[in-house]
């Protein structure tokens, strides 16, 4: 039999202590994860860390291009119309005395962060989204010294593309300043922004697209179910209830109320529902305008209520430009003309047609999120059945992951004297796997030969 000695204990009080540990530093991995998610596409961007490594390229391999395309740094509101109306529904309670004491709290905060959206400009780039492309090219170049070198030796250019708006405009400016701090050499090669909607901004002019978007009756009757969830009728009445008091929440249910936002005059508050994901529209924009002012929103927006709201613009993100319902491709089949030009940059590498070191492109989530649902990228595999609603508990798909803010996909490319041509894709700067039944070119790589992506992609863009 064992006997248990003053040591034995010691030693079995130091392993519980640190089952204790790792399982509180689990319990806050899990919660900061669950906070991370309920910010859906508007979480900022998660820089990989400092000593990231990657795989390095077979010898005699020589980088010779990158393609890349990004989603826009994190952003202020598109327009002023959730800061608003929440202004004027806390107006109206105050005015009613239906504020609570935390309610009382809100008008401030709000009433700065409309003031910041007021000097920085709505739908632009906050501090923090400057930085992120910034940042993101440092780390390009860090990644792809050689490649950029040569450039500057052989006086190959570098191709900046955008959709032509605002926030993508300047996020390619802040990329460039990143490369020029790297090297100021790599100045004269940059090209000046070049706008292309037809391959950036493609979600905007697509017949087949905007058509299912504003008249397919499928899509329509799925959404109104994901609002009409108790779930998210309840997380609402719980967010209101910590703001205004019983009897205005109940005269807003009741449909008494109709507000509409000062700034396009497009948007409506008119229930229960509304109010609450205006405010989690709030919650959401928060983290992205940490550096311009800094505000805890989850006073008035629990992290578990954010959770549970954030499951309707999920939703509207995964059916609308994602996966959405199975046999229905129309939400992603349009991102065929980005890889075409993807693609077609990295055949030109073998047939000495790409003369350029890189392209470097800067959309939206608009466009990434199809891009990443037709590539079948991580998360992005599966679309849903028309008979069952998305939700993390049947999909493994998570905007928060897909397309945060400052989302990109990197193809690095490598050839040898031989003009053999190898591929490396990069998806938010970790290394991935291609889909489908692409091969690389030895079990476990992360590289592919450009004939072998033609083969195994292709047909996607036809």
Not at 104 to 111: I, S, T
Not at 144 to 167: C, H, P, Q, Y
Not at 175 to 196: A, C, H, M, N, Y
Request: proline share 3%; glycine share 6%.
């Amino acid at each position: 039999m064992a006997k248990y000695t003053r040591f034995t204990s010691l030693a079995m009080a130091g392993v519980m202590l640190a089952l204790t540990g790792c399982a509180a530093s689990s319990q806050a991995a899990d919660e900061d994860q669950s906070a991370r998610l309920a910010l859906g596409t508007k979480a900022t961007y998660a820089a990989p860390a400092e000593d990231v490594e990657y795989s390095k390229a077979p010898d005699e391999f020589e980088p010779v291009l990158i393609e890349h395309v990004a989603r826009h740094g994190s952003r202020l509101l598109s327009s002023k119309k959730y800061d608003d109306l929440i202004t004027q529904l806390w107006e109206m309670a105050k005015k009613e005395n239906a504020l609570t004491e935390t309610g009382e709290r809100l008008g401030p905060v709000v009433a700065q962060i409309t003031a910041v959206h007021e000097k920085v400009g709505y739908g632009m780039l906050s501090t923090l989204g400057e930085h992120e492309h910034q940042k993101m090219a440092e780390r390009a170049y860090d990644r792809m010294e050689d490649l950029f070198e040569d450039a500057e030796d052989e006086d190959k250019k570098i191709n900046i593309v955008t959709s032509g708006v605002d926030r993508a405009v300047d996020s390619a400016q802040n990329f460039v300043q990143g490369l020029v701090d790297e090297d100021k050499d790599l100045k004269s090669l940059i090209s000046k922004p070049r706008t292309d909607k037809d391959v950036l901004y493609f979600h905007d002019t697509d017949q087949a697209y905007n058509d299912f978007i504003d008249n397919d009756p499928v899509l329509a009757e799925t959404l109104e179910k994901v609002e009409e969830d108790p779930q998210i009728v309840e997380a609402s009445k719980h967010v209101l209830s910590r703001l205004f008091t019983e009897e205005f929440i109940n005269k807003l249910d009741s449909g008494a109320i109709d507000l509409v936002d000062r700034g396009k005059g497009e948007k409506h508050l008119e229930s229960v529902v509304d109010a609450a994901m205006y405010l989690y529209e709030l919650y959401v924009i928060a983290p992205g305008m940490g550096e311009d002012y800094q505000v805890d929103f989850s006073e008035f927006v629990t992290a578990d209520d954010a959770l549970v709201l954030s499951r309707v613009s999920e939703a509207e993100d995964f059916y609308e430009k994602g996966p959405s319902i199975a046999g229905n491709d129309v939400t992603y089949k349009m991102a065929d003309v980005l890889l075409a030009d993807m693609l077609d940059a990295v055949a030109g590498v073998r047939e000495g047609k790409t003369e350029q070191a890189a392209d470097f492109r800067f959309a939206h989530a608009e466009e990434i999120i199809p891009l990443a649902a037709l590539l079948k990228l991580p998360g992005s595999e599966t679309a849903q059945p028309a008979d069952t609603l998305f939700s993390y508990d049947n999909n493994a798909w998570r905007g928060a992951e897909v397309a945060p803010m400052g989302a990109n996909i990197q193809w690095d490319v490598f050839a040898n004297d031989d003009q053999d041509v190898i591929v490396r894709m990069l998806y938010n700067e970790k290394e991935t796997a291609f889909g489908f039944d692409c091969k690389p070119i030895e079990e476990g790589s992360f590289f592919y030969a450009d004939t072998e992506l033609e083969r195994c992609l292709g047909d996607l863009t036809k």
